[in-house]
Nanobody
Framework: QVHLAQSGGGTVPAGGSLRLSCVPSGITYRGYCMSWFRQTPGKEREWLSTIFGDSTSYADSVKGRFTISRDTGEDTVYLQMNRLQPEDTAMYYC??????????????????WGQGTQVTVSS
């Protein structure tokens, strides 16, 4: 059974940093594009970043501040979030789906999701 276990959320002041983790079971990340999304109440789920092999991509809202990476040995995927701002407050989700060069960014294209973790940035 596929499971993506998330951790690393919490509350930080504006300008602070957090690192989110996504740990797989039942699959290996080697064969999937891995992505991060976030969502706030009343809004659509927003794509943030994707990694597959050495290729990474970022939404304009987070590029230059967030970094996606992979621990190859453990298949853990991370999202390092720096210079956080109150507008970054959201529930953050990792997801697996697709393969390069056709990594999708639409939430409904992702067959596997983590449980979500809350990130709150205080002003």
């Amino acid at each position: 059974q596929v499971h993506l276990a998330q951790s690393g959320g919490g509350t930080v002041p504006a300008g602070g940093s957090l690192r989110l983790s996504c740990v797989p079971s039942g699959i290996t990340y080697r064969g999937y594009c891995m992505s991060w999304f976030r969502q706030t109440p009343g809004k659509e789920r927003e794509w943030l970043s994707t990694i597959f092999g050495d290729s990474t991509s970022y939404a304009d809202s987070v590029k230059g501040r967030f970094t996606i990476s992979r621990d190859t040995g453990e298949d853990t995927v991370y999202l390092q979030m720096n210079r956080l701002q109150p507008e970054d407050t959201a529930m953050y989700y990792c997801a697996a789906g697709g393969s390069a060069p056709f990594c999708p960014t639409a939430p409904d294209a992702m067959p596997f999701w983590g449980q979500g973790t809350q990130v709150t940035v205080s002003s």
